[in-house]
């Protein structure tokens, strides 16, 4: 049951917020149908994150690519944004938020109307040649033969995703930290914090003064040490109540 005292709170921040800025995980994806990585549906129990190591990509794409294809892209194309995606991109356009930083890679807030969104770790839309750099949208894909390879120079193409042992994008990265800086009221929504260095952008925010408001099923590594407002709940639930206080649906 949620805390009707916290969400107004919640939402009273957000209403006076100067700079908001919202930072979201898997956890707002679960219910378009897009599994976690942890917990006990998560991804990492089903399937080994070997195949998303960038090492092994390179020695063994085919083996990769099999896998890619049927968790990423036999599944995502069809996903939608559900109502926590559509409240943020509301929450934008009322300037409520300034921006959305996300760890995922579904496009699904960018598809809701959200922006500027700041992908910290990549996206599935484009594909990326591991030789020359070349970059396709999804589009031009062809998947018919795996792993798929550059039309400029016939090397590899990798999913445009941050793989592990891969840097963050340096423009995102960039981005978010400015973004964190600039927050007053810092909203963290189903993420369970566990990943660096995406994890230390709300720390930052934390540290230059935002108010924490974090949404979630259950306790982050965040919860006991930055979070100001835990408002424990599907997100699809706390953002419904957020945006009927807001009336962002009234607009
Ligand atoms: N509503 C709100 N929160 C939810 C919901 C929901 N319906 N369902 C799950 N959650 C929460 C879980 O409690 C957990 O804290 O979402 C979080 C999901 O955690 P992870 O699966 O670890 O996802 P995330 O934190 O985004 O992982 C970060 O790890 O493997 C990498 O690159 C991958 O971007 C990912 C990164």
Request: glycine share 6%; charged share 25%; hydrophobic share 40%.
């Amino acid at each position: 049951m949620l805390d009707s005292k916290l969400i107004r709170e919640a939402a009273e921040l957000i209403r006076h917020s100067r700079y908001g800025v919202a930072f979201t995980g898997a956890g707002i994806s679960v219910e378009s149908g897009i599994p976690a990585f942890r917990g006990a549906d998560g991804l990492w129990n089903k399937v080994d994150p070997i195949y998303f190591e960038i090492d092994f990509f390179r020695k063994k794409p085919y083996q990769s690519w099999k896998v890619i294809k049927e968790i990423f892209y036999d599944k995502l194309s069809d996903a939608e944004p559900n109502i926590s995606h559509h409240m943020l991109a509301k929450m934008g356009e009322r300037g409520f938020i300034e921006s959305v930083i996300t760890q995922n890679i579904d496009h699904l807030h960018s598809k809701a109307g959200s922006k500027p969104v700041y992908e910290l770790h990549g996206t599935y839309k484009q594909l990326v040649c591991i030789e020359c750099q070349s970059e396709f949208d999804l589009n031009f894909a062809n998947f018919d033969f795996l792993p798929p390879t550059c039309y400029v120079c016939k090397g590899i193409l990798k999913p445009d995703m941050v793989f592990f042992n891969e840097p963050i994008p340096h423009f995102a990265k960039k981005r978010s930290f400015e973004q964190a800086e600039k927050a007053d009221v810092f909203i963290i929504i189903g993420t369970n914090a566990e990943v660096f260095p995406a994890n230390t952008i709300p720390v930052k925010a934390k540290e230059t003064g935002a108010k924490i408001i974090e949404i979630n099923i259950e306790p982050s590594q965040f919860t006991e040490s930055i979070t100001d407002i835990f408002l424990n709940g599907k997100a699809t639930e706390v953002m419904s109540a957020l945006g009927a206080l807001l009336y962002l649906d009234d607009y």
